[in-house]
Structures are given as C-alpha cells and as structure tokens.
C-alpha cells in the first residue's frame, strides 16, 4: 500500500504563488499516476493536474493550465504542484492521490488547504 503526505498549502494573496509537495512511501514501485484534486467548500472534489510517473507525461484541467505546473521526482519518491498567478477560486483543500493503473484513484492524502485572498 501507498501513502501519501501533502504539504506546502497556506494563505496567499490573489497573483501570488505556492508550491504544494507529496511525499509517497510505501509500495511507491505500484505508482502509476499521482494527481493533485481539490475540493471547495459546498463543491465536489474536482481533478487538477496529474503525471505518469515512469513518462513523465502530465495533464491538467482547463481552470488551471497555465498557471499551474505539476512535477515528479521519482528518486524522491514525490510530486509537486507550483500553482502561480492564484485566484481567489482556487481556494480548496488540495489533496494528493496515486493510482495504481486503470482510471481508479485508490489512495488519498489528507489534504493542505490553500487560502487565497482578493
């Protein structure tokens, strides 16, 4: 089993910038996708951005291409989400999550919130 640690959320002005961290342990040679989702207040969870972990080849929903980047460090066992010119709607919990192969995210970080203010 895979486990997962989000760090690096907190409060941030709109057009500033954070950078969100997982750390992965455990079986991390089952990974086969890790992605970042966010859920709002009073909204669904929603998918942010994900990377293949062997390819590299990343994706990203249409709210935030552009402006956020996900990257993988496979030797560190992590991926990371450097979100810039922030606005006040990407205020959520962002959660990291890892799939093991197929369309099934199975398991989950506890989550960072991440404020931003206008």
């Known amino acids: 089993q895979v486990q997962l640690v989000e760090s690096g959320g907190g409060l941030v002005q709109a057009g500033g910038s954070l950078r969100l961290s997982c750390a992965a342990s455990?079986?991390?040679?089952?990974?086969?996708?890790l992605g970042w989702f966010r859920q709002a207040p009073g909204k669904d969870r929603e998918f942010v951005s994900a990377?293949?972990?062997?390819?590299?080849?990343?994706y990203y929903s249409e709210s935030v291409k552009g402006r956020f980047t996900i990257s993988r460090d496979n030797a560190e066992n992590s991926v990371y989400l450097q979100m810039n010119s922030l606005k006040p709607e990407d205020t959520a919990v962002y959660y990291c999550?890892?799939?093991?192969?197929?369309?099934?995210?199975?398991?989950w970080g506890l989550g960072t919130q991440v404020t931003v203010s206008s």
């Open positions: 990377v293949f972990w062997r390819g590299g080849e990343t």
């Open positions: 999550a890892s799939n093991s192969g197929g369309s099934i995210w199975d398991t």
């Open positions: 455990g079986r991390t040679f089952s990974l086969y996708r």
